[in-house]
């Protein structure tokens, strides 16, 4: 029989020692396990792979919509761009948690070492991870269709993060909020109207009067900012990085306030 003198420790104490792990060593294993399950679940590639490559390659390929002077591809990358975005952060995200929250996932993880924090970094760092091989991917397909970008990549990088910031926290607060049928429901609704009317493969001057409200939305901030800096080589879009700014600040306290863990 083994005692605690023949291990070498002191009485009432354990090798290895039980607990919590650290805090970051939580946040990477649970921000590891959202990435798997964001990339393995079928619905959640579809909206973030497929249909962004499927409409890149499309539109790029056949004159079905007028998108100006120069190459389709130049003016549809940075909105496809943020498309990848808003797919991931807003709708996939929305649909994931919500359906995680009527399950009790989330409920059980708040009871755990995990802080609630910790679980939205976790939940934040999937997102990253999967925006960033979405921007690999159609990058890779917009070079091979011909497209030429310009202009400062950390503007696209700040663009990038705050629309990322944006659309999580707007994403979060559905979740949180409402039933996860809902959710499903008013997140693919949202995805399909911004998809339509958010300057993302239809310019916005295409709908006349209402271009001015439509450019106050996030995709279109986010899609007019990619737009004036990788086609236009314009320099950091101050008023586009402003609105993604208030919506981000708007729907990550608005989230922090209402979601419901239950």
């Known amino acids: 029989m083994t005692t605690a003198t023949d291990t070498g420790t002191g009485a009432g104490t354990y090798a290895p020692r039980p607990g919590a792990a650290p805090l970051p060593r939580m ?22 792979v497929v249909i962004p490559t499927l409409l890149l390659a499309l539109f790029s390929s056949v004159d079905i919509v007028d998108t100006g002077a120069g190459k389709s591809v130049d003016f549809l990358a940075p909105g496809i761009l943020a498309l990848a975005v808003m797919s991931t952060a ?69 663009l990038l993060v705050l629309g990322t910031a944006a659309f ?14 809902a959710t499903l429901a008013a997140a693919n609704l949202v995805f399909l109207l911004l998809l339509v009317g958010g300057g993302v493969i239809v310019p916005l001057s295409k709908f006349g009067g209402a271009q001015h ?14 737009r004036d800096v990788l086609q236009h080589g314009a320099g950091t879009p101050w008023g586009d990085l402003g609105i993604l700014a208030v919506w981000a600040v708007l729907g990550l306290a608005a989230a922090g306030r209402f979601f419901r863990w239950e």
């Open 27 to 48: 946040i990477a294993a649970q921000a590891a396990l959202e990435t798997r399950m964001l990339l393995r679940n079928g619905e959640q590639l579809l909206l973030t």
């Open 213 to 226: 409200v439509l450019g106050l939305l996030p995709i279109s901030a986010l899609s007019n900012g990619l």
């Open 168 to 181: 999580s926290g707007l994403g979060l607060l559905m979740a949180g909020t409402l039933k996860a049928e």
């Open 90 to 158: 807003f709708t996939g995200q929305a649909i994931a948690t919500g359906f995680e929250r009527r399950y009790g996932v989330l409920k059980r993880l708040a009871s755990s070492p995990l802080p609630r924090w910790g679980l939205m970094t976790a939940k934040t760092a999937a997102v990253l991870v999967t925006e960033i091989l979405q921007v690999i991917l159609l990058t890779v397909i917009a070079f091979a269709l011909g497209w030429s970008p310009h202009g400062n990549p950390l503007a696209v990088l700040l």
